[in-house]
């Protein structure tokens, strides 16, 4: 069984640019939750998908924005990049939204803005 | 709101010994609570977690974890250290289903050989 897949693993933007990263959950998940990691702030909630739909938020600027397909899989934006994007975003799926189901997460992409 | 703090960034043990790795949380209601693994280069992978059942949860890799709401904490030990342990460990709290999860700053485990 496929794990979560997260691409690209590495990219390297430069400021003022955008970026769009993707994930693919595991098969038959149709939730799948986005997480900003970084050194200074650790796993910070960027926001969850579920049915297509936006569930919840976090507390990240409008810069950061997100979609789900029909098929589950989702992707991330992030408009003008600023040097403190700099970190690993992580997607993790889950079988439903609830979180007493626990989530799988991906390997990452790590993003650095130059 | 709720949060979780992790006490110590970092804990070191020696190859054998007990792994004792503390979680207390804040949450005006009943929490659902995790613990998490991240390897380096990987993402988080699910451990353990208490979603009302027994209070002793068994976790994968001989972890488990003890759920006491009047100090409400949830500490992770394991009775024996493996070099393998070495890793940073999450502890997370969400309060309701469909809630997101909030994770603690982590807690950095190295084992000494």
């Known amino acids: 069984k496929a794990g979560v897949t997260q691409t690209p693993r590495y990219l390297i933007k430069t400021r003022g640019q955008q970026v769009t990263l993707s994930c693919s959950p595991i098969s038959g998940h149709r939730s799948v939750s986005w997480y900003q990691q970084t050194p200074g702030q650790g796993l910070q909630f960027l926001f969850e998908?579920?049915?297509?739909?936006?569930?919840n938020k976090g507390n990240f600027p409008g810069r950061f924005s997100g979609r789900q397909f029909s098929n589950s899989r989702s992707e991330m934006n992030v408009s003008t990049l600023e040097l403190g994007d700099s970190a690993l975003y992580l997607c993790?799926?889950?079988?439903?939204?609830?979180?007493?189901?626990?989530?799988?997460f991906g390997s990452g992409t790590r993003l650095t803005v130059v | 709101a709720q949060s979780v703090t992790q006490l110590g960034s970092h804990v070191s043990v020696s190859e054998g010994a007990l792994v004792l790795l503390r979680c207390n949380y804040s949450s005006s209601v009943p929490p659902y609570l995790f613990w998490y693994v991240q390897y380096p280069n990987q993402g988080l992978q699910l451990l353990l977690k208490y979603t009302s059942a027994a209070t002793l949860v068994k976790g994968i890799n001989g972890f488990e974890a003890e759920f006491k709401k009047s100090e409400t904490s949830f500490h992770l030990t394991k009775p024996s250290a493996h070099m393998s342990d070495a890793a940073e460990y999450f502890c997370a709290v969400s309060r309701v289903l469909s809630d997101k999860v909030i994770f603690g700053p982590g807690t950095s485990l190295s084992v000494i050989p």
């Open positions: 998908y579920f049915s297509e739909t936006q569930r």
């Open positions: 993790a799926s889950s079988l439903e939204i609830g979180t007493n189901y626990g989530y799988t």
